[in-house]
């Protein structure tokens, strides 16, 4: 029986994963090359310091650690400062009406990013409340697709993982709740996100009853 609901943060509750785009968009310009929106779905759920690796690995650069972390920095701040003007305008279509829902049907509910930035996106969308647990980029040690930032967040909440359902938009993301054992509903194109056992455009094409009797 499925007791918890385990969310990605960006591209499935708001729309920060074209700001992480346009920010590594930025630095690979400056560095002399550009990246695809196909590459970028690569980039989706993945790590920052990882992002990076991918990212210089594809512009043929191998550059010292101390120049990867300034870059690193570099582009957090660009992210930061097109977030800093982000609202709850920002949360995406159907999202709302999904979580009254959730909280309707009595499930728990836990963040799963491994974003860095989590606590304060959730802040500037008014959105920190809707979890029971924030499992983010501070908490974890390895990266999607590792399951760690799943299993984390259903150990906290005391089910197993075979009561979750993960909502993600990023293949790094599907791949990391199949391994942790979870239902994972992939938020996007099912073309991109193969391992998913459930896709649908997004959150505002699926209710909770739908979830729920397809992940029994
Ligand atoms: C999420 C996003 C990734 C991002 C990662 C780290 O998983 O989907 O695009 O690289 O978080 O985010 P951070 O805010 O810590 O740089
Ligand atoms: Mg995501």
Not at 140 to 146: E, N, Q, R, T, V
């Amino acid at each position: 029986q499925i007791k918890a609901f385990l969310f990605d943060l960006d591209g499935v509750i708001v729309d920060t994963a074209i700001y992480h785009y346009q920010a590594w968009k930025r630095l690979a310009t400056e560095l002399g090359f550009d990246i695809s929106e196909e590459f970028n779905e690569g980039l989706k759920g993945v790590s920052r310091m990882d992002s990076l690796d991918l990212i210089l690995a594809h512009g043929g650069l191998t550059l010292p650690d101390e120049e990867k972390a300034k870059l690193a920095d570099q582009k957090n701040e660009w992210y930061l400062e097109l977030v800093s003007r982000m609202t709850p305008e920002a949360i995406l279509p159907g999202v709302a009406m999904f979580f009254s829902q959730v909280r309707q049907a009595g499930l728990k509910t836990a963040l799963g990013s491994v974003s860095k930035n989590a606590p304060l996106i959730l802040e500037r969308i008014g959105m920190t409340d809707a979890f029971d647990t924030i499992i983010d980029g501070t908490k974890i040690s390895k990266g999607k697709p590792d399951p760690e930032v799943f299993t984390k967040g259903a150990d906290e909440l005391g089910v197993r993982p075979d009561e979750c359902v993960v909502f993600e938009d990023a293949v790094a993301g599907v791949e990391a709740g199949k391994r942790g054992g979870m239902f994972v509903v992939g938020l996007g194109s099912p073309d991109v996100l193969r391992q998913a056992d459930l896709v649908a455009p997004s959150l505002a094409e699926l209710t909770v009853d739908e979830v729920l009797s397809k992940s029994k």
